[in-house]
């Protein structure tokens, strides 16, 4: 035992080193309080200071594991005139220190110390630290206990009290910082985190972070989050602490008990509960977190969001230097794992987000592709007039229609679908536009310029597995001829005041992109007197109503005799003919791009 | 300690302290000194200056022993010391021993 008596006049602490004996705590005691004695406390006083600090000792010699034996319990006795303040510093693993103690039933013969120290001791604090805990226990002293051994001037000593207090102020605030610290360090880091992910986005590396605060808060040595994933039956190491064993634990399969026999982690995934391990339920043999410490005591919490299972957070500690979690440390854990699962969940919606603005942003650039290739006027032919649309559906698909002057007389007529969507899609119609252009030389050559073109576009459209249908037309309005060719596309339509049946002319031809070299052929038919020609893309004729009824080429064909008869100009067939698709299928969005392109000889010219 | 044998009681005196140090041999002792025709037990406190919650513990186990044997014997504490006094009444232990002075 070792003792010092600092000669201060005011605030006088006493120190002792206490064995790790119950023997030895009497005596120690009993130095104590004739050092207290000495301070003038009264004999009350005294015993109640006396038990507090015997059974603060007995608790820190009873409960400190055998390898800390050779630690010496310290205690240390501070006072001053108002105030008293023991110390005793455990080598123990420390526990949950009580609100408020509670008498037990009279006839248990345990469980009274912590009453005892409560109830004489005004307030008592318990610090646990990594390497001791300290319990320090306070009192106020009663007037009578004043004891001013060497009183000065009178100013001088109510400044020398005034410092004394704002000194012993500033400790008890100190106190107080440290405690409010331990409670508050899980909320801080959590907030800390919480703004980090905010700036970084990476779940990751923020899950790290906070995850690396828990063991520092817990005092723990390894964690190991999980998160499910491949549809809903995989738990995969998202996190660990370092360093890991390399390569990373393997996923664990959650519809294959077999596959992972004890593995605690499973087990609370499976179970839907938190399981602890420690000495006495340590990990099995084959358990992936034996990699991290075979010896470990620790829990796995699964983490949920409402009811829906997201992973799994473990949490241990070597056995060699410290026992199993509090309930405080637990209830940390849990607190992580709750707050994790939140986030794991809210960046998941977050990156859902991104991506769906992506593909919004996608279509969107789709679409203004898609509307930039549409001529914005047509050439002046004399006696004819034109008319486009083009209806997107909400996945933007190739679509196309164009109209080329060839001379004055001539004009040549396109329709064509790219199969496909999005950007790429609108791409190769862009393309296929720009194609057309380029070959001016074969306009009256339809089939020709068809060949041409898949020469040119079957090695980029094979690669990616797309292929376009198109409908050439090459109206000779001086001739009085159509001459058609065909990749795979739907027939083009066409009747006359002079030829009323509605003729369907659909050239032989596959649709570029799926031959090297397909054979196109040209068709060539008169165009009589008030001629209405109707090119169309299968969004037209595939369209359903409700009954699950096609639109059909027929009714396509029934129409279009219809405003032959009626000699509708070609902007009002555009009009009649979009109402009626919209009034057969008034959905929205479209389940593909309708897309047609017509053309009519002015009843002045019929 | 002091254990004395007077026909029907067995009275023991002469304790300085009773804490975790030396609780459990205070126990063990006053079991071995039970005979068998006992109506009572009674422990002298009067020398005892120091009593902890061990103690406490002790003294509640001395009591369920006497109270378990077949007609029960009493337990008697005598002149406890203010402080001692003054632990069974902090812990509401005064209810449940028979405290005396004499």
Redesign the interface.
């Given at each position: 035992m070792t003792a010092s008596f600092p000669k201060t006049a005011r605030a006088v602490t006493f120190e002792l080193a206490l064995e790790c004996n119950?023997?030895a705590?009497?005596s120690a005691v009993v130095a104590v309080r004739q050092f207290l004695a000495e301070q003038g406390l009264p004999e009350?006083e005294l015993?109640a200071c006396?038990?507090a600090l015997?059974?603060a000792c007995?608790n820190a010699?009873?409960y400190a594991p055998v390898h800390r034996h050779g630690e010496p319990v310290e205690i240390k006795a501070i006072c001053n005139g108002a105030k008293l303040e023991l110390q005793v510093t455990d080598h123990t693993p420390g526990f949950d220190w009580p609100e408020a103690a509670a008498?037990p039933d009279?006839?248990?013969?345990?469980?009274?110390?912590l009453?005892?120290i409560q109830?004489?001791m005004q307030p008592v604090r318990y610090f646990r630290g990594g390497t001791g805990n300290t319990l320090v226990m306070r009192r106020g002293r009663t007037r009578q206990g004043y004891h001013h051994s060497t009183l000065g001037p009178e100013g001088l000593a109510q400044t020398t009290e005034t410092a004394e207090r704002l000194r012993d102020s500033e400790r008890v605030i100190t106190d107080m910082a440290k405690e409010l610290c331990v409670r508050s360090e899980s909320l801080s880091a959590i907030f800390r985190c919480s703004a980090e992910l905010g700036r970084s986005n990476d779940l990751k590396e923020f899950s790290e972070r906070l995850l690396n605060d828990l063991l520092h808060i817990t005092s723990s040595d390894w964690f190991v989050l999980r998160l499910v994933s491949g549809s809903d039956t995989c738990l995969e190491v998202f996190a660990a602490s370092e360093p890991f064993s390399v390569p990373l634990p393997p996923a664990l399969h959650l519809d294959t008990p077999a596959a992972n026999p004890g593995a605690v982690e499973w087990q609370a995934a499976s179970q839907r509960r938190e399981i602890r391990f420690d000495l006495e339920h340590p990990l099995a043999g084959a358990d992936p977190l034996t990699s991290l410490g075979r010896n470990s005591s620790g829990l796995v919490c699964p983490l949920f969001l409402h009811d829906r299972l997201i992973g799994t957070l473990a949490v241990g500690r070597d056995l060699s230097d410290a026992e199993r979690l509090s309930a405080r440390e637990a209830e940390v854990v849990r607190t992580f794992a709750g707050f994790l699962a939140i986030q794991c969940v809210n960046a998941q919606l977050q990156e859902d987000h991104v991506n769906g603005r992506l593909i919004a942003r996608e279509l969107e650039i789709a679409r203004n592709i898609q509307r930039a290739l549409l001529p914005k006027s047509f050439p002046c032919v004399r006696g004819f007039s034109l008319c486009g649309f083009l209806q997107s559906a909400r996945q933007v698909g190739g679509d196309l229609y164009d109209v080329l002057p060839v001379s004055d007389d001539a004009l040549l007529l396109i329709v064509a679908d790219v199969m496909g969507h999005g950007v790429p899609a609108a791409m190769f119609a862009a393309i296929l536009r720009s194609l057309v252009r380029v070959l001016p030389e074969w306009t009256h050559q339809p089939s020709a310029l068809l060949s041409k073109m898949n020469r040119m576009l079957y090695d980029d459209l094979s690669e990616v597995e797309m292929f376009i249908t198109a409908q050439l037309a090459f109206v000779d309005i001086r001739q009085r001829v159509l001459t058609a060719a065909s990749a795979g596309h739907c027939p083009l339509l066409l009747a006359s005041a002079s030829q009323p049946a509605v003729r369907t002319v659909s050239p032989e031809g596959m649709p570029l992109g799926i031959l090297r070299n397909p054979a196109f052929t040209d068709e060539t038919v008169p165009l009589g007197k008030g001629a209405r020609l109707l090119l169309y893309t299968d969004g037209l004729t595939e369209l359903r109503d409700g009954q699950g009824q096609c639109f059909g080429q027929q009714r396509l064909m029934r129409w279009l005799a219809s405003a032959v008869a009626r000699r509708l100009p070609a902007d009002a067939m555009k009009t009649e003919l979009a109402a009626s698709l919209e009034q057969f299928q008034p959905l929205d969005p479209l389940p593909d791009d309708q897309t047609f392109l017509i053309l009519a000889e002015d009843n002045s010219g019929s | 300690m002091k254990t004395q044998h007077d026909g029907e009681t067995l009275h023991i005196s002469d304790i300085l302290e009773l804490s975790a140090a030396n609780s459990r041999a205070f126990r063990d002792q006053v079991n071995a000194a039970l005979p068998a025709a006992l109506k009572t037990i009674e422990i002298d406190l009067s020398q005892t200056s120091f009593v902890d919650s061990c103690g406490l513990g002790a003294l509640i186990a001395v009591y369920k022993a006497a109270a378990g044997r077949d007609g029960g014997i009493i337990l008697r504490l005598l002149n406890p010391t203010p402080p001692v006094q003054q632990l069974f009444e902090l812990t509401r232990l005064h209810h449940l021993f028979e405290i005396a002075r004499r």
């Amino acid at each position: 035992m070792t003792a010092s008596f600092p000669k201060t006049a005011r605030a006088v602490t006493f120190e002792l080193a206490l064995e790790c004996n119950l023997d030895a705590v009497r005596s120690a005691v009993v130095a104590v309080r004739q050092f207290l004695a000495e301070q003038g406390l009264p004999e009350d006083e005294l015993t109640a200071c006396e038990i507090a600090l015997v059974e603060a000792c007995n608790n820190a010699i009873q409960y400190a594991p055998v390898h800390r034996h050779g630690e010496p319990v310290e205690i240390k006795a501070i006072c001053n005139g108002a105030k008293l303040e023991l110390q005793v510093t455990d080598h123990t693993p420390g526990f949950d220190w009580p609100e408020a103690a509670a008498l037990p039933d009279p006839t248990c013969e345990r469980g009274r110390g912590l009453f005892l120290i409560q109830t004489l001791m005004q307030p008592v604090r318990y610090f646990r630290g990594g390497t001791g805990n300290t319990l320090v226990m306070r009192r106020g002293r009663t007037r009578q206990g004043y004891h001013h051994s060497t009183l000065g001037p009178e100013g001088l000593a109510q400044t020398t009290e005034t410092a004394e207090r704002l000194r012993d102020s500033e400790r008890v605030i100190t106190d107080m910082a440290k405690e409010l610290c331990v409670r508050s360090e899980s909320l801080s880091a959590i907030f800390r985190c919480s703004a980090e992910l905010g700036r970084s986005n990476d779940l990751k590396e923020f899950s790290e972070r906070l995850l690396n605060d828990l063991l520092h808060i817990t005092s723990s040595d390894w964690f190991v989050l999980r998160l499910v994933s491949g549809s809903d039956t995989c738990l995969e190491v998202f996190a660990a602490s370092e360093p890991f064993s390399v390569p990373l634990p393997p996923a664990l399969h959650l519809d294959t008990p077999a596959a992972n026999p004890g593995a605690v982690e499973w087990q609370a995934a499976s179970q839907r509960r938190e399981i602890r391990f420690d000495l006495e339920h340590p990990l099995a043999g084959a358990d992936p977190l034996t990699s991290l410490g075979r010896n470990s005591s620790g829990l796995v919490c699964p983490l949920f969001l409402h009811d829906r299972l997201i992973g799994t957070l473990a949490v241990g500690r070597d056995l060699s230097d410290a026992e199993r979690l509090s309930a405080r440390e637990a209830e940390v854990v849990r607190t992580f794992a709750g707050f994790l699962a939140i986030q794991c969940v809210n960046a998941q919606l977050q990156e859902d987000h991104v991506n769906g603005r992506l593909i919004a942003r996608e279509l969107e650039i789709a679409r203004n592709i898609q509307r930039a290739l549409l001529p914005k006027s047509f050439p002046c032919v004399r006696g004819f007039s034109l008319c486009g649309f083009l209806q997107s559906a909400r996945q933007v698909g190739g679509d196309l229609y164009d109209v080329l002057p060839v001379s004055d007389d001539a004009l040549l007529l396109i329709v064509a679908d790219v199969m496909g969507h999005g950007v790429p899609a609108a791409m190769f119609a862009a393309i296929l536009r720009s194609l057309v252009r380029v070959l001016p030389e074969w306009t009256h050559q339809p089939s020709a310029l068809l060949s041409k073109m898949n020469r040119m576009l079957y090695d980029d459209l094979s690669e990616v597995e797309m292929f376009i249908t198109a409908q050439l037309a090459f109206v000779d309005i001086r001739q009085r001829v159509l001459t058609a060719a065909s990749a795979g596309h739907c027939p083009l339509l066409l009747a006359s005041a002079s030829q009323p049946a509605v003729r369907t002319v659909s050239p032989e031809g596959m649709p570029l992109g799926i031959l090297r070299n397909p054979a196109f052929t040209d068709e060539t038919v008169p165009l009589g007197k008030g001629a209405r020609l109707l090119l169309y893309t299968d969004g037209l004729t595939e369209l359903r109503d409700g009954q699950g009824q096609c639109f059909g080429q027929q009714r396509l064909m029934r129409w279009l005799a219809s405003a032959v008869a009626r000699r509708l100009p070609a902007d009002a067939m555009k009009t009649e003919l979009a109402a009626s698709l919209e009034q057969f299928q008034p959905l929205d969005p479209l389940p593909d791009d309708q897309t047609f392109l017509i053309l009519a000889e002015d009843n002045s010219g019929s | 300690m002091k254990t004395q044998h007077d026909g029907e009681t067995l009275h023991i005196s002469d304790i300085l302290e009773l804490s975790a140090a030396n609780s459990r041999a205070f126990r063990d002792q006053v079991n071995a000194a039970l005979p068998a025709a006992l109506k009572t037990i009674e422990i002298d406190l009067s020398q005892t200056s120091f009593v902890d919650s061990c103690g406490l513990g002790a003294l509640i186990a001395v009591y369920k022993a006497a109270a378990g044997r077949d007609g029960g014997i009493i337990l008697r504490l005598l002149n406890p010391t203010p402080p001692v006094q003054q632990l069974f009444e902090l812990t509401r232990l005064h209810h449940l021993f028979e405290i005396a002075r004499r």
